[in-house]
């Protein structure tokens, strides 16, 4: 049988399987709860008989800069072979902010 163990608060914060209910004891200040078949979730509540499965944070993708993905070995390369590239033609180095603002604009 699974059991939810549950802190003073009402808390599960962590689910066992026991043949014996007898045979383990969860410590002072924690009960034990058997579980339906769908089962308790870490982090839900069991309070006056009653399960509160926990709080969901829907996950917001991360926006990012697909030039700071670029490995940044590879980007130094590049950056380093324009520059010398640049100095051969007698042109004046750019800097990695003008050289990430031409990859974009040659990405877009």
């Keep these: 049988m699974t059991y939810a163990v549950i802190d003073m608060n009402g808390v599960i914060v962590n689910r066992i399987v026991l043949d014996d209910v007898n045979a383990w004891s969860p410590g002072v200040g924690y009960t034990?709860?058997?579980e339906p078949p769908t089962g308790y979730a870490i982090g839900g509540t069991f309070i006056n008989g009653?399960?509160?499965g926990p709080i969901s944070t829907p996950i917001v993708p991360a926006t990012f800069d697909p030039i700071d993905t670029w490995d940044l070995v590879s980007l130094k390369i590049a950056f380093n072979h324009e520059n010398r590239i640049r100095a051969l033609e007698g042109k004046p180095a750019i800097t990695v902010t003008q050289f990430k603002t031409a990859i974009r604009l040659?990405?877009?």
Excluded: D, E, N, R
Aim: proline letters at 0%.
């Design 106 to 108: 040659i990405a877009s």
């Design 32 to 34: 034990i709860q058997q």
């Design 50 to 52: 009653v399960y509160t």
